[in-house]
């Protein structure tokens, strides 16, 4: 059974870091792409960051870049964003997926995880 993990949401105030996790199963993780997508309520969902599959190339979107940084542990099939200096417009119920390539595509991506809540306060 395929399943990912998104876990390490939780509530944070503005400026500070969460580091949140996706652990992977039930797939051979080396083959594909961990992306992490965000969506708030009333927004559409948005691809923030993606690490490639084997050469571990990253892409993250200009709203977080310089802030968020995405490494991924081919040992514990577990992909990590570790998220600075938070702002109140990054809360979100933050999701992982897995595809063959990065692309902000929602519908292209194969496998998806539950979300995981993340709360920026002023």
């Known amino acids: 059974e395929v399943q990912l993990q998104a876990s390490g949401g939780g509530l944070v105030q503005a400026g500070g870091s969460l580091r949140l996790s996706c652990a992977a199963s039930g797939f051979t993780f080396d083959d594909y792409a961990i992306g992490w997508f965000r969506q708030a309520p009333g927004k559409e969902r948005e691809g923030f960051s993606c690490?490639?599959?084997?050469?571990?190339?990253?892409l993250n979107a200009d709203s977080v870049k310089d802030r968020f940084a995405i490494t991924r542990d081919f040992d514990k099939n577990t992909v990590y964003p570790q998220m600075n200096s938070l702002k109140p417009e990054d809360t979100a119920v933050y999701y992982c997926?897995?595809?063959?390539?990065?692309?902000?595509?929602?519908?292209?991506?194969?496998?998806w995880g539950k979300g995981t809540q993340v709360t920026v306060s002023s």
């Open positions: 997926a897995a595809g063959a390539m990065c692309t902000t595509k929602a519908d292209e991506w194969f496998y």
């Open positions: 690490i490639s599959a084997r050469d571990g190339r990253t």
